[in-house]
Antibody, heavy 121, light 110 residues
Framework: QVQMVESGGGVVQPGRSLRLSCAASGFTFSRDAMHWVRQAPDKGLEWVAVISYDGSNKYYADSVKGRFTISRDTPQNTLYLQMNSLRAEDTAVYYC??????????????WGQGTMVTVSP | QSVLTQPPSVSAAPGQKVTISCSGSSSNIGNNFVSWYQQLPGTAPKLLIYDNNKRPSGIPDRFSGSKSGTSATLGITGLQTGDEADYYCATWDSSLSAGVFGGGTKVTVL
């Protein structure tokens, strides 16, 4: 069935790095833009980054620009988020989401279950 | 401070209707398409509306969306206890070259 499964979350000290993964299945991963969206504890949703279907275009929220890198391994149907220089304010549940095929940047139609990242000394 | 502005909460009795507003600007809602999401407690968000007013397969027609200028609205009719959740609007911001969400609206069924 169609699903996305995130992994790689955990507890990390400020200034350190972490890489999140999102394994996609049940749809043609190579055709779709993919996003990362995060949600801090008891807060709203915050868009983080998007990568186009072919990896040629990447965009980031100002809050993570220069520190986070989104990438994809199409043969492995996997999306990544490399997070460097982590800060306490990066603590959140991180969701991967598929860009809706007809509106790849405006809507997110398939979501993973999320992986928790905690940045703490 | 979210780029898109939503009311923090709305409420109504079962069977009634609620509307949730989402206000933005010409760089986001005014020139892009709006989507809406439902997030039940402890779960991932779920797409309710895309392209301003289209429903994905499986979403009941009690949920509707509209857009006018730089604002969008989500409507929920025949309110049910299972509709108690947080609702978010989202779109692309062409000036920021970034996705943007509203701050979220908590729907309470009285």
């Amino acid at each position: 069935q169609v699903q996305m499964v995130e992994s790689g979350g955990g507890v990390v000290q400020p200034g350190r790095s972490l890489r999140l993964s999102c394994a996609a299945s049940g749809f043609t991963f190579s055709r779709d833009a993919m996003h990362w969206v995060r949600q801090a504890p008891d807060k709203g949703l915050e868009w983080v980054a998007v990568i186009s279907y072919d990896g040629s275009n990447k965009y980031y929220a100002d809050s993570v620009k220069g520190r986070f890198t989104i990438s994809r391994d199409t043969p492995q149907n996997t999306l990544y988020l490399q997070m460097n220089s982590l800060r306490a304010e990066d603590t959140a549940v991180y969701y991967c989401a598929r860009g809706e095929p007809t509106r790849p940047y405006d809507a997110f139609d398939i979501w993973g279950q999320g992986t928790m990242v905690t940045v703490s000394p | 401070q979210s780029v898109l502005t939503q009311p923090p909460s709305v409420s109504a009795a079962p069977g009634q209707k609620v509307t949730i507003s989402c206000s933005g600007s010409s760089s986001n809602i005014g020139n892009n398409f709006v989507s809406w999401y439902q997030q039940l407690p402890g779960t991932a968000p779920k797409l309710l509306i895309y392209d301003n007013n289209k429903r994905p397969s499986g979403i009941p027609d009690r949920f509707s969306g509209s857009k006018s200028g730089t604002s969008a609205t989500l409507g929920i009719t025949g309110l049910q206890t299972g509709d108690e959740a947080d609702y978010y609007c989202a779109t692309w911001d062409s000036s920021l070259s970034a996705g943007v969400f509203g701050g979220g609206t908590k729907v309470t069924v009285l």
